[in-house]
């Protein structure tokens, strides 16, 4: 017998409201309907959601990841495609990782800059002396 929306989300460490918006967007395919209207999902749709939410987790979008269950879906193999995606995000967390490090060195700088003032000699009232005109 399969199981309801709510044994699904719990199976799969998902809402019920995540497994319909999947649906929606044909990550997770729709489900047979009982008699009475109900969903009635399958084991399978636990190793989607499951996989679904590990890809995310890993930081795959959610287009991303349908990229890869087309792949698979289309009997091809996805190995490469998946590579290629991780190394594109590996590249902007480089590059934000960069970033922060420019940011960090800047709010340091105006720390450091911060500590060697007087106060006393802060007498503008629209502006800080610690932060100035670049």
Do not use: W
């Not at 008699?35 to 959601?49: C, H, I, K, N, S």
């Not at 991303?64 to 879906?73: D, H, M, P, R, Y």
Request: with cysteine; glycine share 6%; proline share 3%.
């Amino acid at each position: 017998a399969g199981m309801r929306i709510g044994q699904l989300a719990e199976r799969s460490g998902v809402t019920t409201k995540t497994v319909r918006y999947y649906e929606s967007l044909g990550l997770v395919d729709e489900p047979a309907r009982t008699p009475t209207g109900y969903r009635e999902y399958d084991d399978d749709a636990v190793e989607r959601l499951r996989f679904v939410r590990d890809a995310q987790a890993s930081g795959l979008t959610l287009s991303e990841i349908q990229s890869v269950l087309e792949l698979k879906a289309a009997g091809a193999r996805s190995c490469g495609h998946t590579r290629a995606l991780l190394e594109r995000h590996i590249a902007e967390i480089d590059h934000q990782i960069t970033r922060l490090h420019e940011a960090r060195a800047e709010l340091s700088r105006l720390a450091q800059r911060a500590r060697q003032l007087d106060p006393a000699d802060c007498t503008d009232p629209n502006r800080c002396q610690v932060i100035e005109a670049s």
